[in-house]
C-alpha cells in the first residue's frame, strides 16, 4: 500500500511537471519555428536582441534586416527572431484600404 501510495504521488507528480513545463515550452518552439519558416520580405520584425527593421534577402537559416534610416543592412540567424511586428500581408492589405 505505501510503495503503491509513493508511484501514485511520483507519476502525478511527473504529470503536473508534463503538463506545467514542458508541454508549454514545446508549443511555443512550435510557434517560433513556425515563424521562421513563414517569414518573407518585406515583414517587420524584432530580434532576441531588440534589433527592428525590415527583411530585405532570405537565406535558408539567416536573412538580412535592414535597420535605421540610412539603410544599413545587418545579417541575421533565423533563429535570432523574436516576432514578426507587421507582417507582408497586413502591409499590403492597409495599402488597398487606404487606395
Not at 16 to 34: G, S
Not at 47 to 70: A, C, P, R, S
Not at 86 to 91: G, R, S
Amino acid at each position: 500500500m505505501d510503495l503503491t501510495m509513493t508511484l501514485l504521488y511520483f507519476g502525478g507528480f511527473m504529470a503536473l511537471m508534463y503538463f506545467m513545463i514542458i508541454r508549454p515550452q514545446q508549443k511555443k518552439t512550435k510557434a517560433l519555428r513556425e515563424t521562421m519558416n513563414a517569414l518573407k520580405i518585406g515583414d517587420r520584425i524584432v530580434t532576441i536582441g531588440g534589433m527592428n527593421g525590415v527583411v530585405t534577402e532570405l537565406g535558408e537559416d539567416t536573412f538580412v534586416l535592414e535597420i535605421g534610416h540610412d539603410g544599413t543592412k545587418v545579417i541575421f540567424q533565423k533563429w535570432a527572431l523574436r516576432e514578426v511586428v507587421n507582417p507582408t500581408a497586413a502591409v499590403e492589405e492597409t495599402l488597398e484600404i487606404e487606395e
